[in-house]
């Protein structure tokens, strides 16, 4: 069974910096593009952050380039989204998801998703 938990979040005031974690268990993580998506309520899902199996290649939304650095560790099993220079407007439940391709995290259409873990940015 794929499992997926993320961990990190919390409260922040605009400006500050938070790592979220995301540890997976069930699956060889080292065959799997891993990723960040985000969640307002009301809205739809957000891509943030992917990073390819080898951690070779990442890609970023534009809203968080610059701010936002996503890591991995192979022989830890556990994907990083390193967030700094943090907006009230990042406020949202952040995803870990894993998927073969950095394609099909890119289409919204992984897998395995984690429960989430809520960031929220105070102004």
């Known amino acids: 069974q794929v499992q997926l938990v993320e961990s990190g979040g919390g409260l922040v005031q605009a400006g500050g910096s938070l790592r979220l974690s995301c540890a997976a268990s069930?699956?060889?993580?080292?065959?799997?593009?891993l990723g960040w998506f985000r969640q307002v309520p009301g809205k739809e899902r957000e891509f943030v952050a992917a990073i390819s199996w080898s951690g070779g290649g990442t890609n970023y939304a534009d809203s968080v380039k610059g701010r936002f650095t996503i890591s991995r560790d192979n022989a830890k099993s556990t994907v990083f989204l390193q967030m700094n220079s943090l907006k009230p407007e990042d406020t949202a439940v952040y995803y870990c998801?894993?998927?073969?391709?950095?394609?099909?995290?890119?289409?919204?259409?992984?897998?395995?998703w984690g429960q989430g873990t809520q960031v929220t940015v105070s102004s």
């Open positions: 998801v894993a998927s073969l391709t950095v394609r099909t995290i890119l289409s919204g259409r992984s897998p395995y």
């Open positions: 069930g699956l060889t993580v080292s065959s799997y593009s």
